[in-house]
C-alpha cells in the first residue's frame, strides 16, 4: 500500500499569452501523503487553481511530472487521466457548479452514476444528502437553494462515493463568514470521517490554518 | 439506455431542450405539411394532364393491338379502354366531308370528361360516362356546318347509316390529334364492324388507353416496354404533352423552392437553439468529465439525447403536418373546385429525415466542442459564454454603440438568422410574383384558340384581307413538309436511334418554317438569329439532343422531291407552352420560296366561333383546328398551380415569422440577465422600451436590406436557370426588406421581451 497520494516534481505550466509564452508554474516539487490535508494559498493569479488542475489531471503540465494514486500522469490521455479519478476523487468548487436542472438528489447522485453497479445510489445520495443537513431538500433545484445549501449539495456530491482525494477549488469563497465558517466545519468533519486526502487551495489563511501541511505559491513557485 | 433516458428526462427540464424540441417541430411540420401537400397538389396537377391523354399510359399502333396487353392491364387492377381512329368520309342526303372517326369502347375516357352539346351554338354540358348509343354518333360542330345538317339528322358512314345525336365539344385526348384536318366524329366501337369501314388495309390508329394506381401503371408500363412492337409506341406524360409538362415542372420547381426554404428556415431555428442548449451543457460537461466521465459517454449521452429529441419531433411534427394539409387542401379545393387525391406516405420519411438531419447537423459540430471541452475549464470558468453586453443606460439611442453592435456575437447571430428568414420569404415573394406574372403572360385571356393550316399561298393576301375585316390579328409563317435524309451527307438511318423518339420523329416529316421576326416564346440558346442571310437553319433544343447534331452541321431535307441542304446557325428552347405556331425547323428568310409550301396561323375567336364556318365557306381549302378546348384545360391546370404556389408561400411565410420569434427565444434567458442588469443600474422601463426597439427595428433593418440584396441575386439566378424568367434588376426587394424587417423584427423582439420589463430586478438576478 502507498502512503503518497500525489507527488509531483518540477512542475512547470507556461501558457501563451499576448504573443509570448507566460510561466505560471515555475517548478513545484510536493508529495502529499494519503488522508493528509493539504492547504495551498496565494494570491489571486498565483496559479493555485492551475496547481490543483494539475494535481487532479484536469491538464496536463508543460514539463515535469504528476503521480497520483502512483499512476504517472504524462502519457495518459485525458479519458485514461478520467479513468483514473472515477470513483477516486472528488471535488468541491467556488461557485459550486451544481448542475441546474438537476435536484439536489440528483446531483449528489451523479458521481454514483458514472460508477458502474452502485447498488441503490438514491439511497447512498439521501444519506450523504443527510450527512450535511439536507434530509429535507432532496428535490428542490439549486436555483431554489441559498448559496451555503448549494456548496453543502457540492460535498454531499464531493463525499458520496467515498473519494480517496478530494480537490476543494475555495469552497468558501462565494459565502459569508457565518456559512463560510459552516461549510468549512462540515468540509473537515467529513475529511476526517472518511480519511480523505484532502487538498485545498484558498486565500483564506484561517481555512488553510486548519489543514496538516500548508504550502503558500508565490510568482509559480512554492515557498 | 436506462440512464440516458433518465438524464434526457433532466435535460428537459431546461427551457433550451424544450424551445429545440419545438423549433424541430415546427420544421418536420412544415416539411411534411407542404411535402403532404405538394404530393397532393402535383398529384392533382398530374391527374389533370393526364386528362388531356385520356388515360394514365396510352398504347398507339398503326395495327391492331393485341387483347392481351388488356388482360394483362386488368390483372393489375387496371383500368381499360379502347379506341381505333381514321380518316372516312361522311355523307349527308346532300353532301360529303372528310372526318376522323373515332370509335371508342364503353370505358372511354378514363381519364378527363366529355363535353357535347345540343345544337352547334348551344351550351355546353359535362357527358362523361356517357357515350353514343349504338347506331349513333356524336360530332363536331365544323361537321354540322360542312354537311349543312341539324342534330338528329342521319349520317351515312360506310354500310351504316347513323344518328347525328350531339354535337361534341370537348374529349380529353384531342390534344394528341392537333393537327388532325378533319372535324371529329365520335361512335360506339360496337358499331364499327357493320360499317365495313375497317379492313386490314386501312390506315388507322389503334389506342389502347390504360389507368389506376400510380405503382400499378408503373409495373404495367415497365413490363409493356419490352414487348413493343416497332408500330407501337407508349404515350405518357413524361414523353408527350410538352407544353403541359412545362407548367407542371415549373409549379412543383417552386413548391419544392418553397419546401426547401422552409427547411432552411428551420435551420436557422434549430441552429440557434441547439447552439444555446450546448453552450448550457458546458459547465455540466466539465464537470462530469472532472468526475471521471469518458469522453466516448459524453457523446453516447448526448447524441442519444439528441436522437431521441429528433424521434419525438418527427412523431409530432409529422402528425401535425399530416392534420395541417387537410386543412390546406380543403381551402385550396374550394378555389379548385374538387377535393385533392390523397398524398403519397414520402414525406413521412422527409419529415424524419428533416428532423434527424437538422439536429445532428447543426447540434454534432457544437457536440464535438462540447465532448472535447477542456475539464480545466471548470477551474478557469467559462469565458466562452457570451457575456451579457451591457450598456450604461442612457446612451442607448446614439450612434456610439453601433461598433458594439457589430462586435457583439449575439447581433451577428441575430442578423444571420433574421437575414435568412427574410430572405427566404422576399425570394419566394419575387420568385412568386414572377411567375405567376409570367404564366399569365403565357396564356393571356386572348390565347389563340384556333390554328388555321393548309392555308396556300394564293390565300394568304385574300385571308389578310379577311382577318383585318374582322379586327382579327394573324400573323402567317410558311410550313413546309419535309423529311429530314442526310446528316452532314450521311444519309439518315432509322435503325441507328435507339430512342422511340428519335424513330419517330424521323420517320415522319417535319414542319419547316421560315421567318425573319426571332418568335417571341423562344430563346436563342446558341449561335446567331439570321440577320440577312439566305442560308442557315435554327433548330430547336430538344430535337438536336434526340436526333444527335448541333451548331455547323448540315442537315438535308426531302421536300416533295427537292432537297434542300443547309448548316444549322442556331439552337433555340422552345416555350412550348405559348399556343402559338412553334416550329423544331426554322429555315433562314427567303430560303425557301421556291419550295412548295403552305401557310400556317393561330387567331383568338373567343365566343365568335361562327367566324370558323364563314372563313371555311370563303377559303374551302383551308383547315381550322379547335385547340380552345385545350386553352382551357391548360389554363385551369395553370389557375390550380398558381393556387398551389399562394398556399404554399403562405405557409413558407408563417413558418419564418415562427422561427424569427424562435431565434428571440433563444437568446431569452441572457437578455434577462441584461435586463436585470440594466435595471440594477437604474434603467428604468421607458429607457429599457426604447433600447429594445432601437435595437431590434436597427437590427432588422441590416438584416431586410442584406435579405433584400441576397433575394434580388438570387431570385434573377433561379428564375433564370429554373423558371425561364429573364434577368432583370429590381431594387424593390432592398427596400421592402429593409422597411419590412426593420418592423417585423423590431415589433417581435419589442413583443418577444415586453414580459421581462415587468419583472423585478431582484428575482431576475436569482433566476
Known amino acids: 500500500m502507498n502512503n503518497t497520494a500525489i507527488q509531483t516534481d518540477n512542475l512547470v505550466k507556461t501558457i501563451p499569452q499576448a504573443g509570448r509564452e507566460l510561466q505560471i508554474l515555475r517548478g513545484v516539487s510536493l508529495t502529499i501523503g494519503a488522508g493528509e490535508s493539504v492547504a495551498i494559498t496565494g494570491t489571486s493569479g498565483s496559479g493555485k487553481s492551475t496547481l490543483l488542475g494539475l494535481l487532479a489531471g484536469l491538464d496536463l503540465p508543460t514539463s515535469g511530472t504528476v503521480q497520483l494514486f502512483g499512476q504517472k500522469l504524462d502519457g495518459l490521455d485525458e479519458d485514461q487521466r478520467a479513468k483514473l479519478r ?61 448559496g451555503g445549501e448549494q456548496q453543502r449539495v457540492a460535498l454531499a456530491r464531493a463525499f458520496v462515493t467515498q473519494p480517496q482525494i478530494l480537490f476543494a477549488d475555495e469552497p468558501t469563497g462565494n459565502l459569508d463568514r457565518a456559512t463560510g465558517h459552516e461549510i468549512s466545519d462540515l468540509l473537515f468533519a467529513l475529511q476526517e470521517q472518511s480519511h480523505t486526502t484532502l487538498v485545498l487551495v484558498t486565500h483564506d489563511d484561517t481555512l488553510a490554518a486548519r489543514c496538516q501541511t500548508h504550502y503558500r505559491l508565490e510568482d509559480g513557485v512554492l515557498v | 439506455m436506462k440512464g440516458f433516458l433518465r438524464h434526457w428526462q433532466q435535460r428537459w427540464r431546461m427551457a433550451e431542450l424544450r424551445l429545440l424540441l419545438l423549433a424541430l417541430i415546427i420544421s418536420v411540420t412544415v416539411v411534411t405539411s407542404v411535402g403532404f401537400f405538394t404530393s397532393r397538389v402535383e398529384n392533382a396537377m398530374q391527374q389533370q394532364a393526364r386528362q388531356l391523354l385520356g388515360g394514365d399510359v396510352v398504347l398507339v399502333s398503326s395495327r391492331p393491338l393485341a387483347a392481351d396487353n388488356l388482360q394483362r392491364a386488368q390483372a393489375l387492377g387496371l383500368e381499360t379502354a ?115 369501314l375497317l379492313s386490314p388495309a386501312s390506315r388507322a390508329s389503334f389506342s389502347q388507353l390504360f ?55 428551420a435551420g436557422a431555428a434549430v441552429a440557434l437553439t441547439s447552439t444555446s442548449l450546448m453552450r448550457r451543457e458546458l459547465p455540466a460537461v466539465a464537470v462530469l468529465k472532472a468526475m471521471g466521465m469518458a469522453r466516448r459517454q459524453v457523446l453516447f449521452d448526448h447524441v442519444f439525447s439528441l436522437l431521441l429529441t429528433a424521434l419525438i419531433a418527427a412523431i409530432v411534427g409529422i402528425a401535425l403536418g399530416f392534420g395541417l394539409q387537410f386543412v390546406l387542401a380543403d381551402w385550396l379545393s374550394r378555389f379548385v373546385g374538387k377535393a385533392l387525391p390523397t398524398p403519397g406516405w414520402l414525406p413521412v420519411l422527409s419529415g424524419l429525415f428533416t428532423a434527424v438531419g437538422l439536429l445532428l447537423g447543426f447540434a454534432l459540430p457544437q457536440l464535438l466542442r462540447l465532448v472535447n471541452a477542456a475539464p480545466m475549464r471548470i477551474l478557469q470558468g467559462f469565458s466562452e459564454q457570451p457575456r451579457p453586453s451591457v450598456r450604461v443606460a442612457g446612451k442607448w439611442a446614439s450612434w456610439g454603440w453601433l461598433p458594439r453592435l457589430r462586435r457583439s456575437r449575439r447581433a451577428v447571430l441575430l442578423v444571420a438568422v433574421f437575414t435568412t428568414g427574410l430572405f427566404s420569404l422576399l425570394l419566394l415573394t419575387t420568385v412568386r410574383t414572377d411567375l405567376l406574372n409570367r404564366w399569365q403572360e403565357a396564356l393571356p385571356s386572348d390565347a389563340p384558340d384556333h390554328f388555321l393550316i393548309n392555308i396556300q399561298p394564293a390565300e394568304t393576301a385574300p385571308l389578310q384581307q379577311f382577318f383585318s375585316s374582322k379586327g382579327i390579328k394573324a400573323e402567317l409563317y410558311p410550313m413546309i413538309r419535309g423529311r429530314l435524309v442526310e446528316i452532314n451527307g450521311k444519309p439518315v438511318v432509322v435503325d441507328d436511334y435507339g430512342s422511340q423518339k428519335a424513330k419517330h420523329l424521323l420517320e415522319r416529316e417535319f414542319n419547316i418554317s421560315s421567318f425573319a421576326e426571332f418568335p417571341a416564346s423562344n430563346a436563342l440558346l446558341q449561335g446567331k438569329w439570321f440577320a440577312g442571310e439566305h442560308e442557315g437553319l435554327s433548330i430547336e433544343k430538344g430535337i438536336g439532343e434526340t436526333l444527335r447534331f448541333g451548331m455547323g452541321d448540315k442537315l438535308t431535307f426531302d421536300i416533295a422531291g427537292q432537297r434542300m441542304t443547309q448548316p444549322i446557325t442556331s439552337v433555340r428552347e422552345v416555350r412550348w407552352d405559348s399556343m402559338q405556331p412553334n416550329f423544331f425547323v426554322i429555315a433562314a428568310p427567303g430560303s425557301v420560296e421556291n419550295l412548295p409550301r403552305t401557310f400556317i396561323t393561330s387567331i383568338h375567336l373567343g365566343e365568335h366561333k361562327t367566324l370558323v364556318t364563314e372563313l371555311i365557306h370563303q377559303f374551302p381549302s383551308v383547315t381550322a383546328i379547335d385547340i380552345g378546348a385545350i386553352v382551357g384545360q391548360i389554363r385551369s391546370l395553370v389557375e390550380q398551380a398558381s393556387m398551389a404556389v399562394q398556399g404554399i408561400f403562405v405557409f413558407t411565410l408563417i413558418a419564418g415569422v415562427v422561427v424569427l420569434i424562435a431565434a428571440l427565444q433563444s437568446q431569452k434567458a441572457e437578455r434577462r440577465r441584461e435586463i436585470a442588469i440594466l435595471k440594477s443600474l437604474g434603467a428604468g422601463r421607458a429607457i429599457l422600451r426604447r433600447r429594445i426597439w432601437g435595437e431590434f427595428l436597427l437590427l432588422g433593418g441590416v438584416a431586410g436590406v442584406l435579405a433584400g440584396i441576397l433575394a434580388v441575386t438570387a431570385g434573377n439566378l433561379l428564375g433564370y436557370f429554373l423558371f425561364d424568367l429573364d434577368m432583370h434588376l429590381n431594387l424593390l426587394p432592398v427596400l421592402v426588406g429593409g422597411i419590412a424587417g426593420s418592423l417585423l423584427v423590431g415589433t417581435a423582439g419589442y413583443f418577444n421581451l415586453r414580459g421581462l420589463l415587468d419583472v423585478l430586478p431582484m428575482s431576475l438576478l436569482k433566476s
Open chain 1, 86 to 146: 472515477l470513483g477516486r476523487v472528488g471535488f468541491v468548487f467556488q461557485s459550486f457548479h451544481l448542475l441546474e436542472n438537476l435536484t439536489a438528489l440528483e446531483n449528489v447522485m451523479l458521481p454514483l452514476e458514472l460508477l458502474p453497479q452502485v447498488a441503490d445510489p438514491a439511497a447512498r445520495a439521501t444519506e450523504a444528502l443527510a450527512k450535511v443537513g439536507l434530509a429535507e431538500r432532496l428535490s428542490h433545484f439549486p436555483t431554489q437553494l441559498s
Open chain 2, 82 to 196: 379502347q379506341s381505333i381512329s381514321f380518316s372516312s368520309m361522311a355523307s349527308s342526303t346532300d353532301q360529303s366531308q372528310l372526318a376522323q372517326i373515332k370509335a371508342v369502347s364503353s370505358t372511354y375516357p378514363l381519364r378527363g370528361d366529355l363535353k357535347t352539346a345540343d345544337a352547334p351554338e348551344a351550351a355546353e354540358i359535362l357527358s362523361t360516362g356517357q357515350l353514343p348509343a349504338r347506331g349513333e354518333i356524336w360530332a363536331e360542330a365544323r361537321l354540322f356546318a360542312e354537311l349543312g345538317i341539324q342534330p338528329g339528322a342521319s349520317v351515312q358512314l360506310g354500310h351504316s347509316t347513323f344518328k347525328l345525336a350531339r354535337v361534341l365539344t370537348q374529349e380529353p385526348d384531342r390534344s394528341v390529334n392537333l393537327f388532325q384536318f378533319a372535324p371529329e366524329v365520335l361512335m360506339n366501337l360496337d358499331d364499327l364492324s357493320a360499317t365495313g
Open chain 2, 211 to 265: 389507368a389506376g394506381k400510380a405503382a400499378a401503371v408503373k409495373q404495367f408500363q415497365t413490363a409493356l416496354k419490352p414487348t413493343l412492337k416497332p408500330t407501337e409506341r407508349l404515350r405518357t406524360l413524361e414523353d408527350d404533352l410538352t407544353s403541359v409538362q412545362q407548367t407542371l415542372q415549373r409549379a412543383s420547381r417552386f413548391l419544392t423552392l418553397a419546401a426547401l426554404l422552409s427547411v432552411v428556415l
